[in-house]
């Protein structure tokens, strides 16, 4: 009778043996498919204490800085094929998250980067009305382009990030077209009429983007003369020692968001066909204070300096960083929001 015991506690062993086994296989043919229930999730199978948990069962798997991982994680690339990448043993590497604020000239609640060989009275610009007066008649006020249209942002906020990522994507959902649907949204339900442009102007390279930019703005301009305000939004890269990437945040509401830095050019030599700077100055200085008076932390330094980047279009033209590559897209869409309303203010206070 003994011997008929153990031969059932054996053969009940190898059938949980085999169950546990197909289920491991099943699972994984399932990732490897990219079953739609899976997409852009990480699939990865840990035993503990004799059980199979998923990722989100297993929180101790956090990879430290620089440390070499034993885990396999499948994920779905962003580009036109439905390939896959492994992480095998692959270094990862610390994301530093912060809040840049004090840098450059302070004025009211405000910081000012001015790297150029030009004074400029802050107070002044501040306080002066544009040059233009938005209408409310639905026509188009703002357009929005992007340069650099395939800088792109993470998925998740994971603290941490592999060497092989890299920032660039020509999905519009992961990238700052994204960030520019966000704000004309808003804009538009601020009763402020907005175009925006998501042509890919860094295709097929970063040579001659700004050249291929300046081209679909013009041609707006062209076409809806009622456009005072042009923004080409971008997306930045920060990087610390040690490979580590920096993550701009500040909070609203208590929801994470990415800082902004808007840069405005200068040409006081006049030899860049540049010849209302100041007016552009002026529409950064004022975005630059009611972002810090609605959303305060919302800002890095504002960098003024000896550069054009296609700020000579009109009188209202702005290059606005949203983020770093360490931030996530949620982080960076939430920031176009913010800075759809900020916008809508300073055009109807003039």
Known sequence: MSLLKATRKIMLSLLLVFSISATVIS????????????????????????????????????ITNGNESERIIYVTTDNESDSETVYKNERSFEIIESKYTAAGTKFDNFYVKNTSSTDINISELLNAKLDFTASYDYSPQVLIVHTHTSEAYMDTDAGFYYESYTARSNDDTKNVTAVGKAIADELTLCGIGAIHDPTHHDSPGYNGSYERSMETIQKYLEEYPSICVVLD????????????????????????????????????????????????????????????????????????????????????????EVGTHANTIEEAKYTGKLLGNVLSQVLKEG
């Open 27 to 62: 699972l994984g043919n399932a990732c490897l498919k990219n079953e739609k229930a899976i997409t852009e999730k990480a699939c990865q199978f840990v035993f503990t204490d004799g059980k199979l948990n998923t990722p989100k069962e297993n929180s101790q798997n956090k």
């Open 233 to 320: 939004i971008h997306r930045d890269a920060l990087v610390a020692n040690d490979d580590a990437i920096i993550k701009p945040t500040f909070t609203v509401n208590g929801k994470k968001a990415a800082q902004i830095m808007i840069m405005s050019g200068c040409d006081s030599e006049g030899v860049n066909n540049f010849p209302f700077w100041q007016e552009n100055l002026k529409l950064a200085l004022k975005i630059q204070n009611k972002a810090e008076t609605l959303y305060p932390g919302m800002t890095r330094p504002l960098y003024f300096g000896d550069f054009t980047y296609n700020m000579n279009a009109n009188s209202g033209s702005l290059l606005i």
